[in-house]
């Protein structure tokens, strides 16, 4: 492992009532890495994602942040860290515009609360400019700025997407988690996607992704954590993964039509 790991999982592990959704899982991030979490259905992936960004707690184990343990704490606190994530179903504000929409993003980081902001104080108001430009930047990153001043709500999917990429890069986290980013994309938005997080990991971006589409995760990934039932059953480039006999066997093993 290398000596300063941006995140680092060890023996997480969760249970519900019966059920071991995760079973002492051990994987870290290198800085500027993308790494995918690949596994059939329910092997436990999003459960993952979810002790990592705080939705709840793991029953055991650990998980530090560029050194600092988070395990356990609240998702602002996480968010706060510097980890922010996209989920499986978008969450995009509907009544807002794409540009109102990523700057939600950017005030994740800027000084002035919702309090403040109600007085419209000669700061306030160039906050606001300011956090319109740098939201009018992500957009411009993801593709989409000509749509600024649309309804969020009349995008097509693949660009409501790429505005919940660019909110979440907006709030200037330092690892992102995209839990199925091409999920309903076709051909042509995941090639624009995958662009993306290519240009942000660029700019310095780390990424940690759950993703059944095979095409992507092995052009893309730098590594890969695999997830059955619960346990890490192997780890790699894609070159190993892709030869690897446990993984094979545990795709095979199923009915999940998105198999490798
Ligand atoms: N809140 C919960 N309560 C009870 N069981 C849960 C809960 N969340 C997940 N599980 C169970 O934990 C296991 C792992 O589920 P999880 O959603 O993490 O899998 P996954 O790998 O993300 O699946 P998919 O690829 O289908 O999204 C499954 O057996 C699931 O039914």
Redo the contacts with the bound molecule.
């Keep these: 492992m290398m000596s300063n790991p941006l995140l680092d999982v060890q023996g997480l592990t969760?249970s519900?009532?019966g059920?071991?959704?995760?079973s002492d899982v051990n994987f870290h991030l290198n800085p500027g890495e993308i790494v995918a979490?690949i596994?059939?259905?329910?092997?436990?992936?999003?459960?993952?994602?979810?002790m990592i960004t705080g939705v709840?707690p793991p029953t055991s184990g650990k998980i530090f942040f560029q050194k600092e343990e988070i395990t356990g704490k609240q998702p602002f606190q996480i968010a706060n860290a510097g980890i922010t994530r996209t989920f499986?179903n978008l969450q995009i504000f509907e009544n807002m515009t794409v540009i109102e929409n990523v700057m939600t993003g950017v005030h994740c980081r800027l000084k002035t609360g919702f309090l403040t902001s109600g007085f419209r104080l000669p700061s306030v108001r160039k906050e606001e400019k300011q956090a319109y430009e740098i939201a009018m930047h992500f957009l411009e990153k993801v593709g989409i700025s000509a749509l600024a001043h649309e309804d969020s709500k009349v995008l097509p999917y693949g660009n409501q997407r790429l505005l919940e990429i660019a909110r979440a890069a907006a709030s200037s986290p330092k690892l992102i988690l995209l839990?199925?980013p091409m999920a309903g994309l076709n051909p042509q938005e995941s090639a624009q996607l995958v662009q993306v997080i290519r240009q942000m990991r660029m700019e310095g971006m780390t990424f940690l992704f759950?993703e059944?589409d095979m095409e992507t995760v092995m052009g893309i990934s730098d590594r890969i954590v695999v997830?059955d039932y619960?346990k890490k059953i192997a780890e790699g480039t894609p070159a190993e993964i892709y030869e690897n006999e446990k993984v094979i066997a545990a795709y095979l093993g199923t009915d999940d039509e998105e198999a490798i």
Excluded: C
């Design positions: 969760k519900f009532g059920v071991i959704a995760v979490v596994g059939p259905n329910g092997a436990g992936k999003t459960t993952l994602f979810n709840f499986q839990d199925e759950v059944h997830i619960g």
